[in-house]
């Protein structure tokens, strides 16, 4: 975002301190359950867009769903308090968690039954209300997207269902092995980063009149289980080994979510379209995996002498 609208024009925020956004560009420390600091914080910098993305995801949150509520639910409706106070334009996701499993699963449609067994997926359904309630009560700009699991070589999983995916490439990089805590057969949407981000932008910067379903579309790049993940590895590292470990907890919520989802309406009302497929994703994931471990090493080798 900061190529595109300039490095001044983007405020990074996070709860931690993260030290590469604070020297990449204006950087904020946030807690969106603090509603008077993110309120204070959006009128300092006279911001006149929110990408609201702070959640605890789905395994996670079934460890502690209290604090999920909190933290998803309180720090959304704090957001969106700010977007109706100075009149923002007003992104948030939502996820494949936000189905259930009373969802049709193959080609789920953009509208269909939503009865998730997560609290992240009631946060998500939740969600997806209350940003619909902003838009036709106060004309808030909200707009959202489904997303499927998301693959980035530039965070480290961070308690989703999905994380696997990411887990299983740097394994596979580092240790040339994985054992998956989600079953063998078992499908889910997943993306790519850079689509996601691309996504986001394409969304934001539509015709507001075309977006009939604007909280939240479905998309996907592709529908995969782990032993496609390791056939795809396999071409770059033949001698990957991949071994099944099952948890129950984010096993049980990868059945209950959707295998494909039907992404029609987002094509159709904004021009969706992922760039990147399985393999192109896991040529690009284990190089740029291979480039931090690299820089990771060099770093470490630096302090210690
Ligand atoms: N990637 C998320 C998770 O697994 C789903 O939105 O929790």
Redesign the pocket.
């Not at 997303?147 to 998301?150: A, D, Y």
């Given at each position: 975002m900061r190529k595109i609208y300039g490095i001044s024009n983007v405020i990074a925020a996070d709860i931690r301190e993260l030290k590469e956004a604070r020297e990449n560009g204006p950087f904020e420390r946030l807690d969106v359950t603090d509603g008077m600091k993110l309120s204070v914080t959006a009128k300092r910098h006279n911001v006149d867009t929110i990408i609201h993305l702070a959640a605890i995801?789905?395994?996670k949150a079934e460890t502690m769903p209290l604090k999920a509520w909190h933290v998803n639910m309180v720090g959304l409706i704090n957001a969106l308090e700010v977007a109706k106070e100075m009149n923002l334009q007003f992104f948030t996701p939502s996820?494949?968690?936000a189905f259930g499993p009373s969802t049709p699963k193959e080609d789920t449609p953009q509208v269909t039954v939503q009865r998730p067994i997560t609290m992240?997926g009631i946060n998500k359904v939740t969600a997806e209300l209350l940003c619909d309630y902003y838009f036709n009560r106060y004309g808030i700009d909200t707009r959202g997207i489904r997303?499927?699991?998301?693959i980035s070589h530039a965070t480290t999983p961070g308690?989703?269902?999905?994380?696997y995916a990411v887990d299983m490439y740097y394994h596979a990089v580092i240790k040339k092995a994985y054992i998956s805590c989600i079953a063998e057969g078992t499908r889910m949407d997943m993306m790519y980063m850079p689509d996601a981000l691309d996504a986001i932008i394409q969304l934001m910067e539509a015709d507001s009149k075309k977006l009939v379903n604007r909280n939240s579309y479905n998309i996907s790049a592709f529908s995969v289980a782990p032993e496609d993940f390791a056939k795809a590895i396999r071409k770059y590292i033949p001698e990957f080994k991949l071994d099944y470990q099952i948890d129950l907890v984010r096993q049980n919520?990868a059945e209950s979510w959707p295998d494909s989802l039907d992404c029609t309406a987002a094509k159709e009302e904004w021009g969706f379209q992922a760039k990147y497929d399985l393999d192109k994703t896991t040529e690009d994931m284990l190089r740029k995996v291979e480039e931090n471990m690299v820089n990771k090493n060099s770093e470490m080798k630096g302090k210690s002498s």
């Open positions: 995801l789905s395994a996820s494949i968690g992240y997303f499927p699991g998301l308690g989703g269902t999905s994380d919520i």
